[in-house]
């Protein structure tokens, strides 16, 4: 895949579309959808007309329609793709951690480490439920199975990480796994929204603290 075709905070995708010159339907399916997606991750849904996505993927009109339908599929494909690549991700990194408790840190304080410019971004997954809701069916259907997969990753890993005793014994592992999953949903709206390197990992670690082993004589911070 043309590395040129990458979707870059710098390039003229993310400064307002490219207009280039529509090409014969001789074109790479896969990467005219990434260029796709770059556009609706910064715009949004309903603020990308149908006309500033088609020169942005460099098509012409008919070959936009006979491919791809229209906008709203567009969508919804680019939608799904970003959630799975993103649960994929997430779950190959997590793997490597030396534990499940360093799994678990190193996810929550990975926003803190994003560059801003990354951080500005956000998460086109978030946007797509804070601008639909639920009033579009396939659109939540695509965000509740994203979220159900990440909170079953993150419950295993609280269930391992009570095993080995590195978070208290009385968590409930669910419970705690819907916690850490509106956390990390909590720091991506925070990142998106322009919070500081600092105040997302404070939100982080507190969220780790909350699930550390009661040691006697602990100083859990609380002022009577």
């Known amino acids: 895949m043309p590395s040129q075709r990458q979707f ?3 390039t003229s995708v993310y400064n307002g579309y490219s207009r280039t010159v ?3 339907k001789e074109f790479d399916r896969d990467v005219v959808l990434e260029t796709a ?3 609706f991750w910064q715009r949004g849904y309903k603020a990308t007309s149908t006309e500033d996505l088609r020169l942005a993927m460099g098509i012409g009109r008919q070959s936009f329609y006979d491919t791809f339908g229209g906008k709203r599929q567009i969508y919804v494909e680019v939608l799904q793709r970003y959630n799975s690549d993103g649960i994929q991700a997430c779950v190959t990194k997590l793997r490597t951690a030396a534990s499940p408790l360093a799994a678990l840190e190193a996810f929550l304080l990975s926003f803190s480490k994003e560059t801003p410019r990354r951080r500005a971004l956000g998460c ?3 946007a797509a439920m804070s601008e639909f809701g ?3 069916p396939e659109v939540a259907r695509i965000g509740r199975s994203s ?3 990440l909170e079953s990753l993150l419950n295993k890993l609280v269930q391992d990480a009570k095993a ?9 592992a669910r419970a705690t796994a819907r916690h850490l999953n509106a956390t990390i949903i909590g720091l991506k709206v925070m990142s998106k929204s322009g919070a500081s390197a600092e105040a997302l990992r404070d939100v982080a670690v507190a969220a780790l603290d909350g699930m550390a082993p009661q040691r006697p004589g602990r100083n859990t911070g609380t002022k009577r």
Do not use: Q, W, Y
């Open 8 to 10: 870059d905070l710098d």
């Open 37 to 39: 997606k770059a556009v």
């Open 134 to 136: 639920v009033s579009d």
């Open 164 to 172: 080995k005793g590195e978070v208290r014994a009385s968590l409930n």
């Open 147 to 149: 979220s159900t997969r």
């Open 22 to 24: 529509p090409r014969p």
């Open 124 to 126: 086109m997954g978030v």
